[in-house]
């Protein structure tokens, strides 16, 4: 193993340990805002099955003020950066802070292929085999809020960019697209707006030819990393890894102007974690160099975020709801000792309010504890660097995704089934399509119209959120989801 790694967590200096690393790393988040969670992680034997109260702990413990948020988003960072190590080729092993000292070993020249398509100029949706636009789109925007698919402003900020369509170009800007390869990324959309894109994945043929032909056929402009002395885009030698060459890739991204800085990164297991405090040492790099730069992420919804009020009321509301679920739901949590269809959030008498009087935000858990430890902390440092980021004045395109069938979940076999039966459960499960275009329409949004930091860290997140109705659910998801699968398995199969 080489290049962005785990730290040696064992006195033999052999043992590079997932789990130590998540447990102190969340450990360290907690400890300045919740001493006693810290120490319920530190004592903690079995991460792997329970890190998931753990990372609750971790949201719960931000909500009592936007300062206890951001302190324990700066903490958790600190412990990563602190932690992490780089083996290298020629300067041996050393610590993630000191990646950047020295020039880079290979550098990276920029290959520019121009599209000659024409610059669309009208956002539109595919959506179940149609392309909607104007009222089309704005009838399903209100549906989806009617149905609690979305956040009011989601719908809000859409039909802004629908009433601005010369925003869609960005005229001026560079959008660094990290992961360019990623179904939920936005390079397609982008290079059909005439943007200009510059593309970071890793060097495989078979990205940069699928990148290259997309280009071709529309009206941006594809910027592609390639070795020193070469001006040719050919796929054949196209891209960088970012777990070895991030001081290259560094150097390159330096060049553009106004750039914004879009982390769209996944891969498997530990790797996960170790490409995105990558991008976040990246990140933090790039940050210290210029001030004209701005970031964007896509959140998960399987994750457990603190939502509005008005949320936790729809949720209450189905619950309530006469329907055959309903008639279920008591020998069901019976024969399952209370663990199926539990209701999203506690009964309103139950739920805290803050001083003076108002409903305090309600916390939706919908963390899927098949996907494991090493995502739920490659996407909770993604959420740190944007709090800390927003509140240090960078603008920042922070937006939670719909659940959506792209080829990593699909090659979960329960997870898949699971999103096959959603719908019976009120939860709209996006293609990657559809996903990937509103998503990038919300990027377009936020980087003219960026937020401004609130009084909480969880409006911040809240903002614009396109979860697929997991948060104005009746049924708490993980209580649902056995549930959902069975119900999908034979819609999941291929």
């Known amino acids: 193993m080489t290049g962005v790694v785990f730290p040696v967590s064992d006195a033999g200096g052999e043992r590079r340990s997932t ?20 120490g319920a992680v530190e004592r ?44 290298t080729a020629d300067r041996g092993e050393i610590g993630l802070r000191e990646l950047f000292d020295g020039a880079p070993a290979k550098p990276l020249a920029t290959a520019t292929y121009a599209g000659r398509g024409e610059a669309e100029r009208e956002f539109t949706l595919p959506y179940r085999g149609q392309r909607l636009a104007g009222g089309q789109l704005l009838a399903q925007l209100e549906r989806w809020v009617e149905a609690g698919v979305i956040e009011p402003s989601c719908a809000e900020s859409i039909s802004t960019v629908m009433a601005n369509p010369d925003w869609l170009a960005l005229p001026g800007r560079t959008i660094a697209v990290l992961g360019a390869g990623a179904e939920m990324g936005p390079v397609h959309s982008l290079l059909r707006w005439g943007c200009d894109v510059a593309a970071v994945d890793l060097p495989r043929p078979a990205v940069w030819t699928r990148l290259l032909d997309l280009a071709e056929r529309y009206a941006g402009r594809l910027h592609l990393p390639v070795p020193a002395g070469t001006t040719e885009a050919d796929p054949a030698v196209a891209g960088a890894d970012l777990l070895h060459d991030l001081p290259a890739v560094a150097a390159w991204l330096e060049q553009f102007t106004d750039l914004t800085l879009g982390n769209y990164v996944y891969a498997d297991g530990a790797t996960n974690v170790r490409v995105s405090v990558a991008v976040d ?30 949320a936790v009321a729809q949720a209450e509301r189905a619950y309530g709801e006469a329907s055959a679920l309903r008639l279920l739901r008591s020998p069901l949590r019976i024969v399952s000792a209370g663990r199926l269809l539990r209701r999203n959030y506690a009964p309103v008498g139950e739920r ?40 240090a004045g960078t603008p920042v395109s922070f937006t939670v995704a719909p659940p959506t069938r792209t080829r990593s979940v699909l090659k979960n076999r329960a997870l898949a089934a699971a999103y096959a039966g959603a719908h019976i459960f009120g939860v709209e499960v996006f293609e990657p399509a559809t996903a990937n275009t509103l998503m990038a329409g919300l990027l377009v949004h936020d980087l003219h119209r960026p937020l401004k930091p609130q009084a909480h860290v969880w409006q911040e997140e809240a903002f614009n959120a396109a979860h697929g109705g997991l948060w104005r659910a009746a049924y708490a998801p993980r209580s649902a989801l056995g549930l959902a699968a069975l119900l999908g398995w034979g819609a999941a199969r291929p």
């Open 281 to 310: 040492a990246l990140t933090e790099r790039l940050r210290s160099l210029r001030s004209d730069l701005s970031l964007a992420f896509l959140a998960t919804p399987t994750d457990v975020f603190a939502v509005p009020p008005d």
């Open 44 to 87: 903690e034997t079995a991460w792997r099955t329970a890190y998931a109260g753990h990372f609750k702990r971790l949201l719960e413990a931000g909500l009592s003020s936007g300062d206890a948020a951001r302190t324990s988003a700066a903490d958790g960072l600190a412990a990563l950066h602190d932690r992490m190590r780089v083996i």
């Open 352 to 391: 805290l309010r803050d001083p003076s009087g108002a409903a305090e935000p309600g916390v939706c858990d919908s963390i899927v504890t098949q996907q494991g430890p090493n995502y739920a902390l490659a996407k909770r440092l993604q959420r740190w660097r944007a709090a800390v980021a927003r509140s």
């Open 19 to 38: 789990s130590a690393l998540g447990r102190s790393v969340v450990a360290s988040a907690l400890r300045a805002v919740d001493p006693v969670g810290a």
